[in-house]
Nanobody, 114 residues
């Protein structure tokens, strides 16, 4: 049984920062992809940041503000979010993909509001 546990969400003012963390509670072998998605009410889920063996990519809306990083030995992925905007308000989900399976976090709410 593999579960991804997220933390770090909350309420922050525009311009503030948050760091999201996601750790797998079980063993995942040969992780190929780590990523963060987000979904706002009434909107599609969108890919925010992804790290693969081929490199790192970000959605245009967060480039220069968000950074994805990881501690591979601990099966942990982070999302550092700076200069937050109201448009960043969403539920954020981490995802880790192994050879044949993808695992998702439970989601953590990020609210950017003054």
């Amino acid at each position: 049984q593999v579960q991804l546990v997220e933390s770090g969400g909350g309420l922050v003012q525009p311009g503030g920062s948050l760091r999201l963390s996601c750790t797998a509670s079980g063993n995942i072998f040969s992780i190929e992809t780590m990523a963060w998605y987000r979904q706002a009410p009434g909107k599609q889920r969108e890919l925010v940041a992804v790290r693969t063996t081929g490199g790192t990519n970000y959605a245009d809306s967060v480039k220069g503000r968000f950074t994805i990083s990881s501690l591979d030995a601990r099966n942990t992925v982070f999302l550092q979010m700076n200069s937050l905007k109201p448009g960043d308000t969403a539920v954020y989900y981490c995802m880790m993909r192994a050879v044949d399976d993808a695992y998702w976090g439970q989601g953590t709410q990020v609210t950017v509001s003054s």
